[in-house]
């Protein structure tokens, strides 16, 4: 009588464990597959279902090619010939096809199955689908390496801001570099709103000119996208002309007023025109000072020209720029 208890006991337990291991191979996100070593799929669950879009009547009994794409083919020789020889194979990155016909990535975990004699009679398949997981490790590395060329880049133009900077005090010369880095810095911030794709002239030149707005400060000009590059270009060309007007020209006068204007011709070509009026005559210096050093540097290095045009009645700046 015990030993006949003892038997059933273990009987509804083994059954116990096999609808709980069932329950759990049923309910699982993973695909869980098994076949035998010719391939054929022998169990298809919910979670295959879902990945592969195939049905378990559709599945069961058809090979397991069935969601292995042309060029993989092999693939699938390689995995049952190692099962046969009782490897396990572990997350093996990989690429099936859906009943659509859509490419996924998945990761691959196959084990064999034996019977009760220990001989290897099949293999069990988990595929997990990473399709996303692996998009987005791709966007963040695509990311990663812009934000390394965006940083080297304002490095660079940070670095020729202060090589540049010259000043007859100390407090001066750190009040020249802080002005021309904070230049920079705003026309960055225009670059978040378009994903950094580039920054509207009209945007960078009132960002730039905010403490001249007003009756002495005309913008005109029609709307244009500029790349990174040449918007800190052109953001750094109105700080230093601007900073210039201030001390030495219109903006230094009362009655002072600067015009800026821009037209963008048909062979991609950018025209600015910034012009003063009404400030002290415009005398032309014996040598280059820095900030027309930093202009000229600025708009050259992008193919383009400068001319300062020292006039009576104040500086005339024409910039021709390929954009």
Known sequence: MTRKSDFENALRESEQRLRWLASIVESSDDAIVSKNLDGIISSWNKG???IFGYSPSEAIGQPITLVIPEDRQSEEREILTRIRRGERIDHFETVRQTKRGSLIVVSLTVSPVKDASGKIVGASKIARDITEQKK???????????????????LASVLAVVNLSQSSSP????????????????????FVATRWIGADLSAIAEQELAPYSGKRLLID??????????????????????????????LSQSNGQVHLQW???????????????????AQEPTRKGVGGRIIEGMITQLKGKVHL?????GLVCEITLPV
Request: aromatic share 4%; proline share 4%.
């Open 48 to 50: 295959a279902e879902r």
């Open 136 to 154: 987005n490790q791709e966007m963040i590395t695509t990311l990663a390496r812009e934000a390394e060329h965006r940083s080297k880049n304002m």
């Open 221 to 250: 000009g029609p709307p244009i996208l500029l790349e990174p590059g040449v918007a800190q270009a052109i953001a750094m060309t109105l700080h230093e002309l601007a900073t210039n007007a201030a001390k030495y020209g219109a």
């Open 171 to 190: 407090e001066d010369l750190k009040q020249t570099i802080v002005g021309r880095i904070e230049a920079l810095a705003k026309v960055c911030s225009l």
């Open 263 to 281: 037209s963008h011709e048909a062979r991609g070509q950018l025209h600015l025109r910034w012009t003063e009026t009404g400030g002290p005559a």
């Open 309 to 313: 045009d020292w006039r009576k009645d």
